[in-house]
T-cell receptor
Framework: AAGVIQSPRHLIKEKRETATLKCYPI?????VYWYQQGPGQDPQFLIS???????DKGSIPDRFSAQQFSDYHSELNMSSLELGDSALYFC????????????FGQGTRLTVV | GENVEQHPSTLSVQEGDSAVIKCTYS??????FPWYKQELGKGPQLIID?????GEKKDQRIAVTLNKTAKHFSLHITETQPEDSAVYFC????????????????FGKGTHLIIQP
C-alpha cells in the first residue's frame, strides 16, 4: 500500500539559510500534519492542514510556514535556520472523519551547521 | 492544552514475558488515543488505537485499555519477541467531527522497550 512520502530524506543547511521540506500524503487522505522530533525526544506537533486550510497549530516558530496544495501535498518552509532546528521532521496524513488515524512518513533529517 | 505523561521511560523484559506501558492525559475532551512504535531512524508506526467510547481493544498480542474517568490508558504486549524492541509512544487527540479536520496529536515522552533474549 502507498505510504506517506517525504523528501528529501536528509538535508544539510547552514545557519540563516532556508529549507523546504515536502510531504506527499497517502492517496485520498485530505489532512496533513507536521511534527518535529529532536534527538531522544517525542514528536512535537507543529501544524496541520485540512482541505488546504490550516486546521490546527502547535509549537511552530514564526520563522516556519507551511501550506497544503490542491493535490494535497504539503510543504514546510523554514527560514533563518538555527542550530536548534536540527531534528527529524515528520509528516503524517489522515482521512478526515469522526476518528482519524494518522500515518507517518519516514521523515526528513535536517542538520543545521 | 493537552499534557500526556508516559511511564516507564525504559522497560526491559525477558522474551516471552508481558510488557505494560501506561499513560495519563489531562484534557477530558481528548477522545482518540493511538499507540505508535518507532524503530531507530524510522517514522512512528501506528500499532493500535482506542476511542473514548471503548474500554478495551485487542489485536493479537497487543491490547490497549482506556479508563476515561481516571484519564489513563495502557498498552499491553504479551509473549514479547525480540522484534518488539523499539520506542513506544502513546498519544492523545481531540478529534473534530466532519468539516474541521482533526487536531494534532500530543505525544508522551516515549518508552524504550528492550526485550532480553
Amino acid at each position: 500500500a502507498a505510504g506517506v512520502i517525504q523528501s528529501p530524506r536528509h538535508l544539510i543547511k547552514e545557519k540563516r539559510e532556508t529549507a523546504t521540506l515536502k510531504c506527499y500524503p497517502i492517496p485520498r487522505h485530505d489532512t496533513v500534519y507536521w511534527y518535529q522530533q529532536g534527538p531522544g525526544q517525542d514528536p512535537q506537533f507543529l501544524i496541520s492542514f485540512y482541505e488546504k486550510m490550516q486546521s490546527d497549530k502547535g509549537s511552530i516558530p514564526d520563522r516556519f510556514s507551511a501550506q497544503q496544495f490542491s493535490d494535497y501535498h504539503s510543504e514546510l518552509n523554514m527560514s533563518s535556520l538555527e542550530l536548534g532546528d536540527s531534528a527529524l521532521y515528520f509528516c503524517a496524513s489522515s482521512l478526515e472523519g469522526e476518528y482519524t488515524e494518522a500515518f507517518f512518513g519516514q521523515g526528513t533529517r535536517l542538520t543545521v551547521v | 492544552g493537552e499534557n500526556v505523561e508516559q511511564h516507564p521511560s525504559t522497560l526491559s523484559v525477558q522474551e516471552g514475558d508481558s510488557a505494560v506501558i501506561k499513560c495519563t492525559y489531562s484534557d477530558s475532551a481528548s477522545n482518540y488515543f493511538p499507540w505508535y512504535k518507532q524503530e531507530l531512524g524510522k517514522g512512528p508506526q501506528l500499532i493500535i488505537d482506542i476511542r473514548s467510547n471503548v474500554g478495551e481493544k485487542k489485536d493479537q498480542r497487543i491490547a490497549v485499555t482506556l479508563n476515561k474517568t481516571a484519564k489513563h490508558f495502557s498498552l499491553h504486549i504479551t509473549e514479547t519477541q525480540p522484534e518488539d524492541s523499539a520506542v513506544y509512544f502513546c498519544a492523545a487527540s481531540t478529534t473534530v467531527y466532519s468539516g474541521g479536520g482533526a487536531d494534532g496529536l500530543t505525544f508522551g515522552k516515549g518508552t524504550h522497550l528492550i526485550i532480553q533474549p
